[in-house]
């Protein structure tokens, strides 16, 4: 077998080992390396605790012998080999569970709340140290479709927090949740659409936000809470009698579109901003469109070769992640054209029906899928996860983290959906 010379290096500085060059074995594998990494350690400090460790070559992880790796990405076994090394990432464990009476269709968390939208047309608001329920919102028709917290300028210290849901009965509801009184009421109904929201998405100046339907457009809309003066709005409280009024109150104040764009010609499956202008959106036309929102343009368009059930971007890597039919995951730059994919992620064996980045490491992203799984990937190895979480015993429709729980080497509050809400740390 042939030898290889390498120099292992790391980022973490407590686990460094010397840089000279070492002669190992072509059929090595990770696990040959992490005891080889132990040793070295151990001969640098006797009282060293044997670690963990993950190698990356060439920009991916080692998940084969080495010579094998060398070979399937084209590398010199003539030069010395740089080999990256760091410690394992603790697995997830599922520390509880919540339950809804229907099934889950949208989540998003905060520092404070879980917030879920489900099939029973409710909107509900959670503790998240108690993990009790707080409040629950009644003012759709069909089935909640999307949800999405709109942050204040005040945060989330303010008494009282906004957020939107989206819906089968075609409208789009803001709502007001006060935190002394644990109670949800309807502000705005959005009115525009013809077909079921799919979709929805708040930009980075939480002022507008954007909605995907059925109906194959995208409409934005102000995310203010103050009625607009002398329009529309205004004038349904000033001219509403008592009965009037009082139904407004359980309805919300209409609201109409700021603007609608076109040109997907099938449902409009996900949204997601690249930045407080351009927007991106997924669609089972099997494109991802880019649109410059301030002039109400498409900028360009990247295709693919099946249905896109979910979109996320990460501001860190600069990519694109999407969720397809054909149970891959795909990543993709959104400053290219054509239909350039820059990695495949394949293993779940069903519909990718959500996809999450992670909003502290630019290589950590997490699916989940109708195959009843949620799994955590390192973009670093695309063919195995780092983690399949079993929770569930049905299909995964949504699932968020929270990046104030990603930190060190542990791994992290995330949650996911069918019926029931599982909290994993």
């Known amino acids: 077998m042939a030898q290889i010379q390498v120099k292992f290096f790391t980022q973490q500085k407590k686990y460094e080992v010397s840089e000279a060059p070492f002669s190992v074995l072509g059929s090595v594998s990770g696990s040959d390396l992490c005891d080889l990494i132990n040793k070295l350690r151990l001969e640098q400090d006797d009282e060293s605790e044997k670690k963990s460790f993950d190698f990356i070559v060439n920009g991916e992880f080692l998940r084969s012998s080495l010579l094998q790796h060398i070979e399937e990405k084209g590398l010199s076994v003539e030069s010395v080999l740089p080999v990256e090394y760091f410690e394992a990432k603790e697995s997830p464990e599922l520390k509880s569970s919540l339950s809804e009476n229907d099934w889950i269709s949208g989540i998003q968390l905060n520092k404070q709340h879980i917030l879920t939208g489900t099939y029973d047309c409710s909107v509900n608001i ?214 350039v994919v820059k990695s495949n992620l394949t293993s779940h064996h069903g519909w990718v029906t959500c996809v999450k980045w992670c909003k502290t490491n630019s290589n950590l992203l997490v699916t989940g899928s109708l195959d009843n799984l949620v799994k955590m990937w390192d973009i670093r190895s695309t063919k195995t996860p780092l983690f399949d979480l079993t929770a569930h015993t049905d299909k995964v429709m949504c699932l968020d983290w929270h990046k104030s729980e990603v930190s060190k080497n542990k791994i992290w509050n995330l949650f996911s959906i069918n019926c029931n809400l599982f909290i994993f740390k």
């Open 126 to 339: 959670w503790c998240r140290n108690s993990e009790t329920k707080l409040a629950t919102g009644l003012a759709h028709t069909e089935p909640i479709k999307s949800i999405a917290w709109i942050p204040s300028f005040g945060g989330e210290n303010d008494s009282n927090e906004k957020l939107a849901s989206t819906s089968q009965d075609q409208k789009i509801v803001l709502w007001d949740f006060d935190k002394e009184k644990n109670s949800l009421r309807p502000k705005f109904s959005c009115k525009g659409h013809s077909r079921s929201v799919e979709s929805i998405a708040v930009n980075s100046k939480h002022e507008t936000f954007a909605s995907g339907s059925w109906d194959c457009t995208i409409k934005l809309w102000s995310a203010s809470y103050v009625p607009e003066k002398g329009g529309l709005e205004d004038e349904q409280i000033s001219s509403a009698s008592k009965k009037k009024r009082a139904k407004l109150e359980q309805t919300g104040i209409s609201r109409v579109p700021q603007m609608t764009v076109a040109g997907h010609t099938e449902v409009v499956s996900g949204l997601v901003w690249i930045d407080n202008n351009q927007l991106c959106s997924g669609s089972w036309d099997h494109t991802l469109r880019l649109w410059d929102m301030s002039e109400g343009k498409e900028t360009s368009q990247l295709r693919g070769t099946k249905a896109i059930l979910s979109v996320d971007y990460s501001k860190l890597n600069q990519t694109l992640v999407t969720g397809n039919t054909d149970r891959h995951v795909r990543l993709w730059d959104p400053r290219s054209t054509g239909s």
